[in-house]
Nanobody
Framework: QVQLVESGGGLVQAGGSLRLSCAASGRTFSNYPMGWFRQSPGKEREFVAAIIGSGSTYYAGSVKGRFTISRDNAKNTVYLVYLQMNSLKPEDTAVYYC????????????????WGQGTQVTVSS
């Protein structure tokens, strides 16, 4: 059974930092992209960042230079993906989702077939 569990969300002031974690289990995740998406009220879910098997990383323009995606696949049964978020802005407020893709179209919502439950990030001004 595939499971993705996010943690690390919370309330932070503008300019602050948070680190989100995603613990993925139940299949091999290193072959395809792992991504982070976010959704705020009244808006569509949007791509934030992705990391692929080679270690290459990709970012949405709105977070590039502020957010860093990384992974830790040292454990055999749990694949960890992180999102380090610095210089947070009020517009970063959203529910953040970790997801596992089934193809290499890493920025496409439809490429992801497994999702976590989401973790709330709130940035106050």
């Amino acid at each position: 059974q595939v499971q993705l569990v996010e943690s690390g969300g919370g309330l932070v002031q503008a300019g602050g930092s948070l680190r989100l974690s995603c613990a993925a289990s139940g299949r091999t995740f290193s072959n395809y992209p792992m991504g982070w998406f976010r959704q705020s009220p009244g808006k569509e879910r949007e791509f934030v960042a992705a990391i692929i098997g080679s270690g290459s990383t990709y970012y949405a323009g709105s977070v590039k230079g502020r957010f860093t995606i990384s992974r830790d696949n040292a454990k055999n049964t749990v694949y960890l993906v992180y999102l380090q978020m610095n210089s947070l802005k009020p517009e970063d407020t959203a529910v953040y989702y970790c997801a596992a893709a089934r193809n290499f179209d890493y920025s496409d919502y439809g490429a992801y077939d497994y999702w976590g439950q989401g973790t709330q990030v709130t940035v106050s001004s």
